[in-house]
């Protein structure tokens, strides 16, 4: 069974930094594209980041020089380190596969990170 | 970047009845357009990919259709468990992959 647990939410100040880890399990992790997507309390969903089986990056405009994500392939966890964080950044952080040609078909149970002084 | 436009917001329905749900492109996106629904607490759950495909152990009660600018995804005989918010992704384009608004599917 594909399982996805994201951990490293929490309150942080504007400005500050957090860094959020995915923990996958139950599929070869390596072989997958793995995608960020946020949901702001209340709001719809949001693509943020995406990184594929060679380590290439892309992201929204949004957090572009501010999100870096990243992978480990020997301890199949996904990363995003945040910085320079602010209050719309506030959102449910869900860690997602990429299954190709199909769409995100698998999805942990989010984080949520609070931007706010 | 490619908006998708969500129609209507939202749709009060009663069980057993027929859901029809809207997702405009700003501009194409071939078939690369894939549906999720979404409870309360819960992540998103992918419902149709490729405009018409169902994603695996998706009832048949389930189907999409469109190509192009203008799709529909198409819920025959309402359970009490679809009753939700529902999002159209498009993938054709990208970076960024986007999401439309949503449609809130609500008990009438």
């Known amino acids: 069974e594909v399982q996805l647990v994201e951990s490293g939410g929490g309150l942080v100040q504007p400005g500050g930094s957090l860094r959020l880890s995915c923990a996958a399990s139950?599929?070869?992790?390596?072989?997958?594209?793995m995608s960020w997507v946020r949901q702001a309390p209340g709001k719809g969903l949001e693509w943020v980041a995406n990184?594929?089986?060679?380590?290439?990056?892309y992201y929204v405009d949004s957090v572009k020089g501010r999100f870096t994500i990243s992978r480990d392939n020997a301890k199949n966890s996904l990363y995003l380190q945040m910085n320079s964080l602010r209050v719309e950044d506030t959102a449910v952080y869900y860690c997602?596969?990429?299954?190709?040609?199909?769409?995100?078909?698998?999805w942990g149970q989010g984080t949520l990170v609070t931007v706010s002084s | 970047e490619i908006v998708l436009t969500q129609s209507p917001a939202t749709l009060s329905l009663s069980p057993g009845e027929r859901a029809t749900l809207s997702c405009r492109a700003s501009?194409?996106?071939?078939?690369?357009l894939a549906w999720y629904q979404q409870k309360p607490g819960q992540a998103p759950r992918l419902l149709i990919y490729?405009?018409?495909n169902r994603a695996t152990g998706i009832p048949a009660r389930f189907s999409g259709s469109g190509s192009g600018t203008d799709f529909t995804l198409t819920i025959t005989s309402l359970e009490p468990e679809d009753f939700a918010l529902y999002y159209c992704?498009?993938?054709?384009?990208?970076?960024?992959?986007?999401f439309g608004q949503g449609t809130k599917l609500e008990i009438k």
């Open positions: 139950g599929f070869t992790f390596g072989t997958y594209w």
């Open positions: 992704q498009q993938r054709y384009n990208w970076p960024p992959y986007t």
């Open positions: 997602a596969r990429e299954y190709t040609g199909w769409g995100f078909d698998s």
């Open positions: 490729d405009a018409s």
């Open positions: 990184i594929n089986q060679a380590g290439n990056k």
């Open positions: 501009q194409s996106v071939s078939n690369y």
